[in-house]
């Protein structure tokens, strides 16, 4: 596994792989991996010839305030969990690569971004898109893996590749889950033992609501009010939004007469953590 830490040696090695016609493709990460990452690089494997890893805690992403500093971060162990995957090359470049000094061009998606996340965490997505356009002028990929845990991320580089003209296949990787649902995350390490456990709260209100429209169900008001009453069980829990928005462009819906998003955002202890789930009539 190569591991490269500066843009240009990136560069050069994705034009390389490009000029022997191998497939690239790449998943981009933050790093503190976990078997949901794995999950991603796998996918990615599977499609490509050559696997690219990012490395990059991006700070445009994080407002000020959010847990950009204490952000977990362990490239030791990122480096095993790479290797036992059979990834080609890791891309872990420095904050002064990524953003030279003098920096000023952003990449702002406009709709997708405005409810949800964007409206809870203003100059989230912009950093985002930034970032990851970034990433793909200097890997090169063919191909990304995005976990749709990330719903609204997802939606928004997809509208941002389509948008732009970018020519990289975006695949969406479904919700990798621990065995009692809890969605895998990187700020899952910031649970206590009893926060963890009301954690699981978020995947159970969205089990519960899929129950709801099973039995019929299709008022988006009832289905996010039983959601919520699932999250308000938890004495540490405080939630951040729970909405049920069409799927694909995240508008309002108030019946759920085509598929939805479920989304959930919500702070257990320290924690904020995301959940959704994909709704059918
Ligand atoms: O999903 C993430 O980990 C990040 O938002 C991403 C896509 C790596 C961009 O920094």
Not at 35 to 60: W, Y
Not at 86 to 97: H, Q, S
Not at 142 to 155: M, N, P, R, S, T
Not at 177 to 191: C, F, I, K, Q, T
């Amino acid at each position: 596994m190569r591991v490269i830490d500066t843009v240009a040696e990136m560069q050069q090695q994705a034009n390389q792989w490009r000029r022997e016609g191998l497939v690239i493709g790449f998943v981009p990460t933050m790093g503190y991996l976990h078997q949901g990452h794995l999950e991603l690089m796998r996918c990615a494997k599977s499609k490509s010839d050559r696997v690219v890893v990012s490395i990059f805690v991006n700070p445009t992403q994080f407002a000020p305030g959010e847990d950009f500093e204490r952000y977990p971060r362990d490239l030791e162990r990122d480096m095993e969990l790479l290797r036992s995957v059979g990834v080609d090359a890791v891309f872990a470049p420095a904050v002064a690569d990524m953003y030279p000094e003098g920096y000023q061009t952003y990449v702002e998606v406009e709709e997708v971004t405005r409810p949800l996340c964007g409206a809870k965490r203003p100059g989230h997505f912009r950093g985002v898109t930034t970032v990851v356009a970034k990433l793909f002028h200097i890997v090169k990929p063919h191909l990304a893996v995005f976990g749709e845990k990330d719903y609204q991320q997802l939606l928004t580089i997809r509208r941002m590749v389509r948008d732009l003209a970018m020519d990289v296949d975006i695949i969406g990787h479904p919700i990798v889950r621990e065995p009692d649902g809890l969605a895998m995350s990187s700020r899952n390490v910031y649970l206590s033992e009893g926060e963890r456990h009301e954690a699981l709260l978020l995947s159970q209100a969205l089990a519960e609501a899929s129950r709801l429209v099973d039995a019929g169900e299709r008022t988006a008001a009832a289905l996010v009010s039983a959601a919520q009453r699932v999250l308000e069980r938890g004495s540490r829990v405080r939630i951040d939004y729970a909405e049920l928005r069409d799927a694909e462009t995240l508008q309002e819906m108030d019946t759920l007469d085509r598929p939805g998003v479920l989304a959930l955002a919500a702070y257990v202890g320290k924690a904020r953590l995301i959940d959704n789930a994909v709704l059918r009539p």
